[in-house]
């Protein structure tokens, strides 16, 4: 890629962050190309559709809360390890609005552009879910797309003005669902 194609592309990306973090997934193409400054032609030589535009943008994001996954194996205590785990996806998803329907259509979609990443986010966290389970001290009926579900749900929460304001006592109340109340 030339230099000034490579930097267009990361202008882009900064400009598309900004502008889905404020509207949310479903910002306009035209608003992003505007704002940042370059023809929606240009736009859409780099990303040809709202998904990958979507995935370019989130992928980064997607591997970081991989590698945290793999990171909070280590902790001792399991419980805290997927609660820790869960409280930094659903902040991922608040600044996403949005986000979490394409999501959730990429699980069952391989041709996606978002597919392999969210398929590694969810595997990462059925490793944290399974290990809790192991030690039994996670709901044992409960699955990876179930905890990847509820995600998506706590971040919807946050979104919603009616709810924000308890979303976080939410998430603790479904972190206290999750796991029993056997010690470790």
Known sequence: MRS???ENYQH???TAHAVISEQGADASMRDISRKAGVGLATLFRHFPTRE???E???RSKLEELTRKADSFETIDSPNEALVSWLREAVIFVRVY???VTMMAAALSDPTSA???SCENLRSAGTRLLQRAQAKGSAEKYMTGSDLFALIGALGWLGDQDAFAPRSDYLLELIARGILSS???
Do not use: N, R, W
């Open 56 to 58: 370019a943008l989130l």
């Open 4 to 6: 000034d194609a490579k």
């Open 182 to 184: 056997q010690p470790e």
């Open 12 to 14: 882009i990306l900064v």
């Open 97 to 99: 609005s949005g986000a």
């Open 114 to 116: 978002l597919h392999a």
């Open 52 to 54: 990958a535009l979507l």
